[in-house]
């Protein structure tokens, strides 16, 4: 007859949603890299540019008034918790990017935001339905401290490719790191490869 040592239940099932390293957060931590903006949506305005500087701008009412995605999907901090079936509303980038010229040679972006941060993705991330301008979260306006009054929304990378208070979206022809990338993060960011930092 086998012996159990008390209290012993066998393995620990992976939840096969959570990346490698990473554990499951119930609530939804706050963590910017500077204070909190507050905008003036009256001002507000988005715009998909390049080299050669706008090349489509929509204000508060004309993004909002788009036709918009109900997403709901996880989410991955590079600090290692995950959020799952996190609930979103926003403009998906394929509509946005349809808007505008994009060259052959453009196959990177980079998004500034209010506050001055910064954060790069290739092109390809921001399209085939993989990536919004999101603005309501879990059926409320998104608060400030979360991105408010909108943010880039790309959930299958890292949440700090998925940039707060996102106003721009630049077009490249080479790759320009962000600020969290000039710090030490991965340029790419995949939470299932563990690409937390250089050398990841």
């Known amino acids: 007859m ?10 620990r099932t992976a939840d096969p949603r959570l990346p490698p390293g990473q554990y499951l957060e119930r609530g939804f931590p706050v963590l910017s890299a500077g204070p909190t903006p507050r ?7 988005f715009s998909i540019g390049g080299a050669d ?3 489509a701008t929509w204000t508060w ?6 036709p918009a995605d109900d997403v709901v999907k996880d989410i991955h901090c590079v600090t290692k918790w995950t959020k799952l079936d ?3 509303r926003g ?14 040679d453009e196959q990177y972006a980079l998004a500034h935001c209010d506050g001055g941060y910064t954060t790069n993705v290739p092109l390809a991330d921001l399209r085939g339905d993989q990536a919004w301008i999101a603005y309501e979260y879990d059926g409320a306006p998104l608060a400030p401290e979360h991105g408010g009054p909108a943010r880039l929304l790309i959930p299958h990378l890292y949440f700090w490719k998925s940039a707060k208070w996102v106003r ?12 969290w990338e000039k710090l030490g993060y ?3 960011g995949d939470p299932w490869k563990e690409q937390r930092y250089w050398g990841d």
């Open 61 to 66: 009412a004309e993004l909002t008034a788009l």
């Open 2 to 11: 086998a012996i159990v040592s008390r209290g012993f239940r066998g393995r």
């Open 53 to 55: 500087g706008p090349r």
């Open 168 to 179: 721009r979206i630049d077009l490249l022809t080479q790759d320009e790191w962000g600020f």
């Open 86 to 88: 996190t609930s979103w």
């Open 39 to 45: 905008t003036d949506l009256a001002t507000w305005t």
């Open 186 to 188: 991965h340029a790419y």
């Open 91 to 104: 403009v998906s980038l394929d509509r946005l990017l349809d808007a505008v010229e994009v060259g052959d």
